[in-house]
């Protein structure tokens, strides 16, 4: 069945890194492209980074450029987020989610759900001092 798996996550300091990542499994990972979303308390989900099926095109929301980067290996099946120079306002629970369409993945009424198969399960990451 499909399967997407996050890990990843912890409690950092600020100016510091984590790499999370996302494991794909029952279904052609290389017919979808892939996003990171987050959502913190109170907070409505943000679209963080998309990158397309072959990985040739990223997107990335404004609040993480240049701090952030996707990328994915079509052969492990797997998206990765890294995320250097991390604020408090990074700590937020992380998800990915698998569409084969790449502009699915900007509809601004996405928010993650338990019931479909193409969102991972939360990842939490925390940013404290």
């Known amino acids: 069945q499909v399967q997407l798996v996050g890990s990843g996550g912890g409690l950092v300091q600020p100016g510091g890194s984590l790499r999370l990542s996302c494991a794909a499994s029952?279904?052609?990972?290389?017919?979808?492209?892939m996003g990171w979303y987050r959502q913190a308390p109170g907070k409505e989900c943000e679209l963080v980074a998309t990158?397309?099926?072959?990985?040739?095109?990223?997107n990335y929301a404004d609040s993480v450029k240049g701090r952030f980067t996707i990328s994915r290996d079509n052969v492990k099946n797997m998206v990765y987020l890294q995320m250097n120079s991390l604020k408090l306002e990074d700590t937020a629970v992380y998800y990915c989610?698998?569409?084969?369409?790449?502009?699915?993945?900007?509809?601004?009424?996405?928010?993650?759900?338990?019931?479909?198969?193409?969102w991972g399960q939360g990842i939490q990451v925390t940013v404290s001092s």
């Open positions: 990158i397309t099926r072959t990985g040739g095109t990223t």
């Open positions: 989610h698998a569409d084969e369409d790449v502009f699915q993945l900007f509809r601004p009424d996405l928010v993650p759900r338990a019931d479909d198969d193409y």
């Open positions: 029952g279904f052609t990972f290389s017919k979808y492209a």
